[in-house]
């Protein structure tokens, strides 16, 4: 498995942005795919975003569509999140995920196909 450490998480204002990372350490990145996802108190984990590491194919939840950006920095084995636009409704605990992938030509978004987990940053946005 992968070891992943989020940071970056914090208050803003609605409007305002927050970029996450996350680090991770143990393997080699190229074999997956690797996702943030979020969630949000008495809500299920659900995609936030997600990249191919191979192939850098990018998938997005449509509610985030045109405000975040995921990315990678192969040298530092780094993803992040760039969030702009924020909204209340983005308020959740975001967490970093890796898992094998199948293509590189498939990026899922697919929480089961995922099988390591950091522990989460939490992201509040304030109307």
């Known amino acids: 498995q992968v070891q992943l450490v989020e940071s970056g998480g914090g208050l803003v204002q609605a409007g305002g942005s927050l970029r996450l990372s996350c680090v991770a350490s143990g393997r080699t990145l190229s074999p997956y795919n690797m996702g943030w996802f979020r969630q949000a108190p008495g809500k299920e984990r659900d995609v936030v975003a997600a990249?191919?590491?191979?192939?850098?194919?990018?998938i997005y939840a449509d509610s985030v569509k045109g405000r975040f950006t995921i990315s990678r920095d192969n040298a530092k084995n780094t993803m992040y999140l760039q969030m702009n636009s924020l909204k209340p409704e983005d308020t959740a605990v975001y967490i970093c995920?890796?898992?094998?992938?199948?293509?590189?030509?498939?990026?899922?978004?697919?929480?089961?196909?995922?099988?390591?987990w950091g522990q989460g940053t939490q992201v509040t946005v304030s109307s």
């Open positions: 995920a890796a898992g094998p992938r199948t293509s590189d030509y498939y990026t899922s978004g697919r929480s089961r196909t995922y099988d390591s």
């Open positions: 990249i191919n590491w191979s192939s850098g194919i990018t």
